[in-house]
């Protein structure tokens, strides 16, 4: 079974400033799907980015930018221009590929605060 | 179509009752999925369906938990003589089948609280 660890349980930046969530994954596959979503208080989930394990190249949306780093299954988000409303749970998340019907295997999340 | 929709957003109960959740899909998407998520924790599998047919349950879901999709449609989540340790948000999500084009994405609806006092 495919595990994911996000080892930072809350995270502090300064608006305007860039963060980076951690999150590493375990898997014997190696066709696959990386997502963060991002969960604001008491709203629903919704996808921030995604990353597909075939592509070498790193996935970018706007300010947001991932690390994917297949060989040590490490998946990181960075922001850029930290925002007030980028605070929220951030979820990173695992989906075997080749159109199974698996869903999401999620981390435990990262509080994200930021600071004004 | 404006999404996954779910009902009620929040529930309140006492032990011992039952209550039924239901969530409307992306009307295209085939499968539907039902998470719970307890307060600073990420979301756990509970089960899924593609289609009617439920192809997976979770050990998470007890004998006291059942989930229907009839029709292929709409889908309820049913929690009878509910405890104090069920109080949780119910999240459910779709998604479409492969094909081209397919990201893997799963689309949330914003989940049905529920309170057991």
């Known amino acids: 079974a495919q595990t994911v660890t996000q080892s930072q349980p809350e995270m502090s930046v300064q608006e305007a400033e860039t963060v980076t969530l951690s999150c590493t994954y375990d898997?014997?596959?190696?066709?696959?799907?990386l997502f963060w979503y991002k969960q604001p208080p008491s709203r629903q989930m919704i996808l921030v980015i995604r990353q597909e394990a075939y592509k070498q190249q790193n996935a970018t949306e706007n300010r947001f930018s991932v690390n994917f780093q297949k060989a040590a299954k490490s998946f990181s988000l960075k922001i850029s221009d930290s925002q007030l409303g980028d605070a929220a749970m951030y979820f990173c998340?695992?989906?075997?590929?080749?159109?199974?019907?698996?869903?999401?295997?999620f981390g435990k999340g990262t509080h994200l605060i930021i600071q004004p | 179509d404006t999404g996954v929709s779910q009902d009620p957003r929040h529930k309140i109960t006492k032990r011992g009752q039952n209550v039924t959740f239901r969530c409307d899909p992306i009307?295209?998407?085939?499968?539907l999925y039902w998470y719970r998520q307890t307060l600073g924790q990420g979301p756990e599998f509970l089960t899924y369906f593609q289609n009617e047919a439920q192809l997976e349950k979770s050990r998470l879901l007890s004998d006291r938990f059942s989930a229907e999709r009839p029709k292929g449609s709409f889908s309820t989540l049913e929690i009878q003589r509910t405890e104090q340790g069920d109080s949780a948000m119910y999240l459910c999500?779709?998604?479409?089948?492969?094909?081209?084009?397919?990201?893997?994405?799963?689309?949330f609806g914003e989940g049905s609280r529920l309170t057991v006092l």
């Open positions: 898997t014997s596959e190696s066709d696959y799907y």
């Open positions: 009307s295209e998407h085939n499968r």
């Open positions: 999500a779709s998604s479409p089948l492969f094909r081209a084009g397919f990201t893997g994405e799963l689309f």
């Open positions: 998340a695992y989906r075997s590929g080749g159109g199974g019907a698996d869903g999401l295997t």
